[in-house]
């Protein structure tokens, strides 16, 4: 059953320096998302992306998050200085329209993210 | 806007008694609505969704939900629980049109032998 990866499973960086969290989507389906969870909270949309664009981001997704689709593959959220507030796991997902409405999103393992 | 209501952060059950974990949402649109499943340190898998075809949706590992429109809610159930179980549940609502998704604060399951 074809399933969302995500690389790394744990990524520990210094506060100020730039990560990138890579997915990789089902491959036929057309629409990214990621979100993020914080330890002890729920889980909080971040951003949504189709057809090479963001088509929706939440009040979280600031100047510091940006997304990539750099190839036909992967899908790559990049936080640019990293604060200690953005430890969190990460949560990449995607889906695509199944013939009706309603679009089921498959997640990936997430990434664990520990600024230091 | 959507939100999301899980009334309970904890459930504590006996195995083999059944499950009942609450959700009650509010939407301006006629929602999609979900259920997922996270086990200790893995990632979001689904359990069942709602898409307007039944109201009563059966998913996996023999839980099921049932949609009350009326009520707002999407309770989800499973008659007879087992210690594979015990997990963080989570409800979530999203628009018709199915972007992004927003969850509910999660109950925790726990499972007694």
């Known amino acids: 059953e074809p399933e969302v990866t995500q690389t790394p499973s744990h990524q520990v960086t210094q506060m100020g320096q730039e990560v990138i969290l890579r997915c990789v989507p089902i491959?036929?389906?057309?629409?990214f998302y990621w979100y993020r969870q914080i330890l002890g909270q729920k889980v909080e949309f971040l951003v949504s992306f189709y057809n090479n664009e963001i088509s929706e981001k939440s009040e979280i997704f600031d100047d510091q998050f940006s997304v990539e689709r750099p190839d036909g593959s992967n899908f790559t959220l990049k936080i640019r200085s990293t604060k200690l507030e953005d430890s969190a796991m990460y949560f990449c997902?995607?889906?695509?329209?199944?013939?009706?409405?309603?679009?089921?999103?498959?997640f990936g393992p997430g990434t664990r993210l520990t600024v230091t | 806007a959507q939100s999301v209501t899980q009334l309970d952060s904890h459930v504590s059950v006996s195995e083999g008694t059944p499950v009942l974990l609450r959700c009650n949402y509010s939407s301006s649109y006629s929602p999609s609505l979900f259920w997922y499943v996270q086990h200790p340190n893995k990632g979001l898998q689904l359990l069942l969704k709602?898409?307007?075809?039944?109201?009563l949706v059966k998913g996996i590992n023999g839980f099921e939900a049932e949609f009350k429109k009326s009520e707002t809610s999407f309770h989800l159930t499973k008659p007879s629980a087992h210690m594979s179980d015990a997990a963080e549940y989570f409800c979530?609502?999203?628009?018709?049109?199915?972007?992004?998704?927003?969850f509910g604060p999660g109950t925790r399951l726990s499972v007694l032998p």
């Open positions: 491959s036929n389906h057309l629409y």
């Open positions: 709602y898409t307007s075809a039944a109201t």
């Open positions: 997902a995607s889906s695509d329209r199944d013939g009706g409405p309603i679009y089921e999103q498959y």
């Open positions: 979530v609502v999203s628009p018709t049109d199915g972007q992004n998704f927003v």
